[in-house]
């Protein structure tokens, strides 16, 4: 069972775009990396990509840091991942599996893996689309592969599974890393464990609750009923009898 984040063997990424939060996060030992994107950015409401980016580098020098393109084109996407791969030594550059026409992006994938730029790629949902990630990455460079196990589950689909041939598929190349993203609950981050997953990418809100690994139910039960005496009494609840 496990009691708490040091009995984990997953590591743990911080998901967010909050640059305080993200500096936070990156001072915790059990932190081992950060992941953004755009639609988190957006909603933190960053303006300025790069410049918000090299903020970030600036306060994390080491720990690696995701930042992902935008492009919808396979040459685009080339041109932006230089870019970013440019703006520090520990930056992960995201490429989506596809573009917005569903095209696999294998191109990217191939040409910078093989020029040694460390790739994230995302927004992955099926073992077939690992399996052609697998083969276009270059062997000799480090790769994160990101399946959304989150999303998968909301589909009402057990994730394990997928996420278990992912793992299995990525054995012929031990430099890559599988990914699961998109957490929903606590839970998440222990079957990602238990099943061998290399990383979870997980938000504040569930990092909060780490505290509550391992638990004692017992405990947990008089808080709970505790905290439902207690939000009563606060809002002046009475019943007549």
Partial sequence: ???????????????GADLEGMKAMAAKPYIQGLTTNPTLMRKAGVTDYAGFAKQVLAAITNKPVSFEVFADDAASMIDQARVIGGWGPNVNVKIPVTNTKGAFMGEPISTLSKDGVVLNITAIMTPAQVKAIADALDPSTQAIVSVFAGRIADTGRDPIPVMTECLEILKDRPKAELLWASPRELLNIVQADEMGCHIITVTNDLLAKLGGLGKDLDQFSLETVKMFEGDASAAGFTIAT
């Fill in 1 to 15: 069972m496990v009691n708490s984040v040091d009995d984990l063997k997953i590591k743990i990424f911080a998901d």
